[in-house]
């Protein structure tokens, strides 16, 4: 991934009733958080995660932002934790630019 070469075994067999109940909470709530990007998410915000974005994909820096934001099992969002620009990007009264 950008130009790093990672090596990695393949993961063991498991069953499908093997997960925990804590992991399966957190595998629903990652994919809702996953699903928020797709559609809601207006292709500036996606660009400008993928500017600011270090060392993974703007993808991955939206849901690491705004998992947060998801309840336990994913079934609630509380919106006062969802971020849509991220907070190296500052703000002043008449111009945005990036700190």
């Known amino acids: 991934m950008r130009g790093k070469s990672y090596a990695r075994r393949a993961p063991r067999e498991r069953a499908k009733n093997s997960w925990s109940e804590g992991q399966r909470r957190y595998f629903t709530r990652f994919g809702k958080a996953a699903a928020f990007w797709r ?3 207006p292709e ?4 400008i995660f993928e500017l600011v974005a ?4 703007g993808y991955n820096l939206f849901l690491k932002t705004n998992l947060p934001a998801f309840s336990a099992d994913g079934s609630h969002i509380d919106f006062v934790w ?3 620009v991220h907070e190296c ?4 009264e008449n111009q945005k630019y990036f700190g």
Do not use: D, G, L
């Not at 500036?44 to 660009?47: D, G, L, P, Q, S």
């Open 54 to 57: 270090e060392n993974m994909t």
């Open 89 to 92: 990007i500052k703000y002043t």
């Open 44 to 47: 500036v915000i996606k660009a």
């Open 39 to 41: 559609p809601s998410t």
């Open 82 to 84: 969802t971020r849509f």
